[in-house]
């Protein structure tokens, strides 16, 4: 903007000297051009080739170069709306997860009947009518949004007062957890002797002998390798917590490895230090 | 272990003797305080005929956690810390008033000396209260003076109590090793200080963030520990209870810090009973009792225990969950009655004969109670829910509560006209 308004005088000047220039340099092509080409005049209009060569350096054109200069600031400094704001407000009907206001950091605070989001949107956590307010004894100078049940309520309510809670259930017959999971069984896999089977359909059979797997290679299926043993009929001994033998064994064994790797960690470090020097 | 005991080896070292095994704890024959001669042979009759310290450790010696455990087994527990016992095991015991260092001998004389002032004080401010006590009302300025002269003056006269014993090692050891005597001020005040430390802290923060405080009372501020415990163990402020650990009434433990003996009132409110007609919660009391007598030295009450002909004016009844419904809070509230004088317990039985929807807040306007303590726990349906309502006959047993569809808001045009 400045740029432009800053070169307006000079276009000026330019144009006032330029025909008398040109007449004298294109006497011989013609003799046709015209103080009228300082007048506004749209690009679409269907000039001759020729004068449009001629009035070239005349229009207002902004090359490339002049174009970009700025840009990446113009936009930086003016972003897109984010939509923040009162998506309800005061008195307004909302129901659990009704978003009623969008910040961005905790401009206000959620009040009775209201929480935060993660992004510090407050919503509803229960149908009533959205109320703005101010509660001292809580905090000082925080504002709060809370949801109040009657249309014509108050908030905030007195501290010491009991506070005002719905239920908001139904009563039904009670359904045993062994009832349940016969509901819930189309999720539910069995796994027997002759594959899986999900819900009533069978697994495809994949995981059959030894096929290309991931990484080329010709073997089982992970899960089929993981039964190995128990189809061997290996059984691994009980853990006996008192077996202190054992236990003395592995925690033994497990000082020894980490021996060898704070070991092994002082030699790299020693190896990067030589590296540096 | 190794490190607990290296880390004791106090400059007593020196006084220690030869090899002293087994010594007898917190005794020392004033007889042989400073001889570094072995002791070995005059206590060598008694230690044939005693059993070998593995065998009957000693709780004021033992340092081993095996030891340790099965002395607590047997009931006995061990007196202060690990470290302290083990300490104790090398040391020569000596009292404080022989220990061979100057100048902690000159700051004993001087807190000694700070102790005969307040002494002194304590007697003189006596006389003063007698004097004041004597003189007749119209002469000490109208009985509001008097009374609010004498009130001040107690409170002065409880302040030097403390004071005058504070400063005393052996008071803080013998508070720290859990025997102190509560019968007296200035135990009652470390206990005090103690607990305020921390476990009110805690006490407080839960009865405030679950809302119990102004869901069940207006106003609560606990001067008295109280502990709960249910089958013999502890529950914590809040803690969830299982159902049929809670069919019996609970045990208490409430430490009141002040002297002399109150009479309070015990009552166990539920405020979060479902109530489906008018879609919010209503209440219940799943005990109350009244007249029941606490001192600092008294602390134990078994609700359970308590006299049905002049205490208990509702018994306990088992708290239980429906399936699906918001946890309960099951809050204990301890009120104190006023002046600590008996409610009359037969009109009070006429009059609460009924569970439902009594409220707290009424009880404590029409008696003139103040809440002094309390104490919270939860329940929610579990695995032991049912069996327990089957055995206490509750008669929603086979309804189970779910959320309620809530209706959406009517959909709103995304492009109404006036945005065209």
Same mark, same amino acid.
């Given at each position: 903007?400045?740029?432009?308004?800053?070169?307006?005088?000079?276009?000026?000047?330019?144009?006032?000297?330029?025909?008398?220039?040109? $007449?004298? *340099?294109?006497?011989?092509?013609?003799?046709?051009?015209?103080?009228?080409?300082?007048?506004?005049?749209?690009?679409?209009?269907?000039? $001759?080739?020729?004068?449009?060569?001629?009035?070239?350096?005349?229009? *207002?054109?902004?090359?490339?170069?002049?174009?970009?200069? &700025?840009?990446?600031?113009?936009?930086?400094?003016?972003?897109?709306? !984010?939509?923040?704001? #009162?998506?309800?407000?005061?008195?307004?009907?909302?129901?659990?997860? @009704?978003?009623?206001?969008?910040?961005? &950091?905790?401009?206000?605070?959620? &009040?009775?009947?209201?929480?935060?989001?993660?992004?510090?949107?407050?919503?509803?956590?229960?149908?009533?009518?959205?109320?703005?307010?101010?509660?001292?004894?809580?905090?000082?100078?925080?504002?709060?949004? &809370?949801? @109040?049940?009657?249309?014509?309520?108050?908030?905030?309510?007195?501290?010491? #007062?009991?506070?005002?809670? !719905?239920?908001?259930?139904?009563?039904?017959?009670?359904?045993?957890? #062994?009832?349940?999971?016969?509901?819930?069984?189309?999720?539910?896999?069995?796994?027997?002797a002759d594959g899986v089977m999900v819900a009533s359909v069978t697994a495809a059979s994949a995981a059959q002998g030894p096929q290309l797997r991931p990484g080329y290679?010709?073997?089982?299926?992970?899960? *089929?390798?993981?039964?190995?043993?128990? !189809?061997?009929?290996?059984? #691994?001994?009980?853990?006996?917590?008192?077996?202190?033998?054992?236990?003395?064994?592995?925690?033994?064994?497990?000082?020894?490895?980490?021996?060898?790797? !704070?070991?092994?960690?002082n030699k790299k470090k020693a190896k990067k230090g030589k590296g540096g020097r | 272990m190794v490190h607990c005991e290296r880390a004791s080896k106090p400059l007593l070292q020196c006084l220690q003797k030869a090899s002293t095994k087994g010594l007898p704890a917190l005794q020392v024959s004033s007889t042989r305080t400073f001889q570094t001669s072995a002791r070995v042979q005059e206590e060598a009759q008694s230690e044939a005929q005693k059993l070998p +310290?593995?065998?009957?450790?000693?709780?004021?010696?033992?340092?081993?956690?095996?030891?340790? =455990?099965?002395?607590?087994?047997?009931?006995?527990?061990?007196?202060?810390?690990?470290?302290? =016992?083990?300490?104790?095991?090398?040391?020569?015991?000596i009292p404080f008033a022989q220990l061979p260092y100057q100048c902690f001998q000159e700051a004993r004389k001087v807190l000694l000396q700070d102790r005969e002032e307040k002494l002194a004080d304590i007697t003189r401010l006596r006389e003063k209260i007698s004097r004041l006590e004597a003189r007749p009302t119209e002469e000490a300025g109208g009985e509001q003076v008097k009374k609010s002269r004498l009130g001040g003056m107690q409170k002065h006269l409880e302040h030097l109590k403390v004071l005058a014993d504070i400063n005393d090692p052996q008071v803080k050891k013998k508070f720290e090793d859990g025997q102190g005597d509560m019968s007296k001020p200035i135990y009652r005040y470390l206990a005090d200080q103690k607990w305020r430390e921390y476990r009110r802290k805690i006490l407080v923060q839960r009865i405030t963030q679950m809302k119990v405080i102004p869901d069940v009372l207006p106003h609560c501020d606990p001067i008295v520990d109280t502990k709960l415990y249910f089958n013999r163990s502890a529950v914590q402020p809040g803690d969830f209870v299982l159902a049929n650990a809670s069919t019996t009434a609970p045990k208490l433990d409430i430490q009141l810090f002040e002297g002399g003996e109150k009479l309070v009132t015990i009552a166990v409110v539920d405020p979060d009973v479902p109530n489906l007609e008018t879609d919010g919660f209503d209440f219940r009391t799943h005990y109350l009792a009244v007249n029941v007598p606490i001192s600092a030295t008294s602390t134990k009450v078994d609700l359970a225990q308590l006299s049905v002909e002049s205490q208990v004016v509702l018994p306990w009844e088992a708290p239980v969950t429906q399936k699906g419904s918001p946890y309960h809070r099951l809050s204990l509230f301890i009120l104190e009655q006023k002046d600590s004088q008996p409610l009359d317990f037969a009109a009070v039985k006429a009059k609460e004969s009924v569970r439902d929807n009594q409220l707290l807040r009424t009880l404590q306007g029409r008696y003139h109670l103040k809440a002094i303590g309390a104490h919270l726990f939860r329940s929610q349906w579990d695995?032991?829910?049912?069996?327990?309502?089957?055995?206490?006959? +509750?008669?929603?047993?086979?309804?189970?509560?779910?959320?309620?569809?809530?209706?959406?808001?009517?959909y709103k045009r995304r492009n109404p006209s006036t945005f065209r």
């Open positions: 903007m400045l740029q432009s308004r800053f070169l307006t005088p000079m276009r000026l000047l330019e144009r006032a000297i330029a025909p008398s220039l040109r $007449s004298s *340099q294109s006497l011989t092509r013609s003799s046709t051009t015209t103080p009228s080409s300082i007048l506004p005049r749209p690009i679409s209009a269907t000039p $001759s080739p020729l004068s449009s060569r001629l009035l070239l350096p005349l229009s *207002q054109v902004r090359h490339a170069s002049h174009a970009s200069q &700025g840009a990446g600031n113009r936009h930086s400094r003016d972003p897109a709306g !984010k939509r923040l704001g #009162a998506k309800r407000s005061g008195g307004e009907y909302v129901v659990p997860g @009704c978003i009623i206001f969008r910040q961005r &950091g905790t401009k206000w605070f959620p &009040g009775e009947n209201c929480a935060l989001g993660r992004d510090h949107t407050i919503y509803a956590t229960e149908a009533g009518y959205v109320r703005y307010y101010l509660d001292p004894e809580r905090h000082p100078d925080r504002k709060f949004i &809370g949801v @109040c049940f009657e249309k014509e309520g108050k908030l905030p309510t007195p501290r010491n #007062a009991p506070s005002r809670r !719905k239920l908001n259930r139904v009563a039904v017959p009670r359904i045993d957890i #062994a009832d349940e999971s016969t509901a819930r069984s189309d999720l539910t896999a069995a796994v027997g290679m010709y073997r089982e299926a992970n899960w *089929q390798i993981g039964r190995a043993a128990e !189809k061997a009929g290996i059984t #691994a001994k009980p853990y006996n917590r008192k077996n202190r033998w054992l236990a003395w064994r592995k925690r033994q064994a497990r000082a020894d490895r980490a021996a060898q790797m !704070k070991s092994l960690k | +310290f593995n065998k009957s450790p000693d709780p004021a010696l033992v340092s081993s956690p095996r030891l340790e =455990r099965r002395l607590i087994r047997q009931g006995i527990s061990p007196v202060g810390s690990r470290r302290r =016992r083990a300490a104790l095991q090398g040391s020569a015991n695995e032991t829910t049912l069996e327990v309502m089957e055995k206490i006959g +509750f008669p929603l047993a086979d309804v189970e509560l779910r959320r309620k569809k809530i209706d959406p808001l009517p």
